[in-house]
């Protein structure tokens, strides 16, 4: 019949994966109150009576059957990105050997071009995003200071990145209440990536943030006085989140991005339905097969690459320079800065506490500033 047949077209025209059914529908009523219930209770009622939405997700858990479609016809395949690393994970989650491999060198000159510090304390408080620590008043307020140590500092824009929009506005309410975020506003205009669509246009803010940076350009000479009182520089500041739309292919050429402060490590959440079932499943995979890693090592290159994608926007051409800074004590294993890109890894250096690496950042922008281009 003409309906069954329009019904086959549309299965076969779709795409397979990611498949999404949504139904809108009314909850069961409330229970019936007693009789003489006044009215401002049958308002309460009647805005309870809302309709629920029910989904139904399908997900596909293994890439590596959307890209068997490419692999299996193709004579050649090349994947190229500066954010492969650590390359090992895509070979395994795509099903395929990739016997060639090139980790290329930047097209920059990292020791001359770029500043990277990783640091595990700032005024004797440990710098560690995990969980138990982030809902502490010390680790919020250690790490604003770093954020006002380092925007006292780096000229122009800066990029600052946290793990989750959660963290980032505990982060704001408390620097607000502690004072610290009308000091950095007397630094850097801050500009916050919006959430979601009722807290601001996206194209809006990043206008805000563009127009703030370019208008206040001018040379940077004193940083501190003698006192060590900041003193005011032009710029502004971005705060945003791994993962949202600044950390990923948003161009910040030059003086839009001389600094990328990434706050703590950005694992994705733990208890989520996708997650949860993607871990299981590399779990019950890897049994099977060797090439296949693991769940808890797909969760934690999930982080890394998400740190990749964040730094790189700071460098986005081969006469471009500025500072990355990597606020987290666990930077200061080389296990895990070997999962950083090899332009970034190579250039890491490690402090013990942010007040260390302050007179050797000034001297890497002062010698920007007198180099030719």
């Known amino acids: 019949p003409p309906k069954e ?10 795409p397979t994966l990611p498949l999404t059914l949504s139904k809108k529908c009314k909850p069961l009523p409330l229970p019936l109150a007693q009789k003489g219930k006044n009215q401002n209770n049958r308002k309460q009622e009647d805005n309870a009576q ?7 997700g399908l997900w596909c858990l293994n890439p590596a059957v959307a890209f068997h479609s490419i692999s299996s016809k193709a004579r050649n395949v090349i994947l190229t990105s500066g954010t492969l690393s650590p390359m090992n994970s895509f070979a395994s989650e795509l099903g395929t050997e990739f ?4 980790e290329a060198p930047h097209v920059i000159k990292p020791e001359k071009q770029v500043w990277v510090g990783a640091f595990s304390s700032c005024q004797d408080r440990k710098l560690n995003s995990s969980y138990k620590n982030t809902e502490g008043f010390d680790y919020q307020d250690a790490i604003g200071d770093s954020v006002l140590q380092f925007s006292n ?5 800066v ?8 963290l980032l506005e505990r982060m704001v309410q408390r620097w607000k209440n ?3 975020w009308s000091r950095l506003s007397s630094i850097k205009k801050i500009v916050c990536e919006p959430r979601n669509p009722s807290e601001g246009d996206f194209g809006t803010t990043m206008k805000q943030y563009y127009n703030t940076v370019k208008q206040t350009l001018r040379p940077v000479k004193s940083k501190t006085d003698r006192k060590g009182n900041l003193q005011s520089i032009s710029g502004a500041i971005l705060l945003a989140v791994c993962r949202g739309k600044v950390s990923e292919g948003i161009d910040f050429t030059d003086y839009y991005a001389r600094g990328v402060i990434t706050i703590g490590i950005p694992f994705p959440l733990l208890k989520d339905p996708k997650i949860v079932l993607k871990r299981k499943y590399n779990d019950s995979q890897s ?18 690459r998400a740190i990749n994608q964040a730094i790189g926007r700071c460098i986005r051409h081969r006469n471009d320079y500025g500072a990355i800074l990597l606020l987290d004590e666990r930077f200061q294993s080389d296990e895990n800065i070997g999962k950083l890109s090899r332009w970034v890894r190579v250039a890491v250096n490690k402090y013990s506490s942010t007040e260390q690496a302050i007179e050797s950042l000034e001297e890497f922008f002062k010698s920007q500033s007198t180099s030719p281009d």
């Open 153 to 157: 500092v780096i000229p122009n824009g």
């Open 287 to 304: 049994s099977k097969s060797k090439s296949m890693i693991n769940g808890s090592d797909w969760y934690t290159l999930q982080a890394y």
């Open 178 to 180: 502690t004072g610290l």
């Open 50 to 56: 809302k309709s629920w939405t029910f989904q139904v």
């Open 5 to 14: 047949k329009s019904s086959e077209t549309s299965r076969k025209s779709s």
């Open 159 to 166: 990029l600052c990145f946290f793990p989750s929009y959660g």
């Open 99 to 102: 016997p060639l491999r090139l």
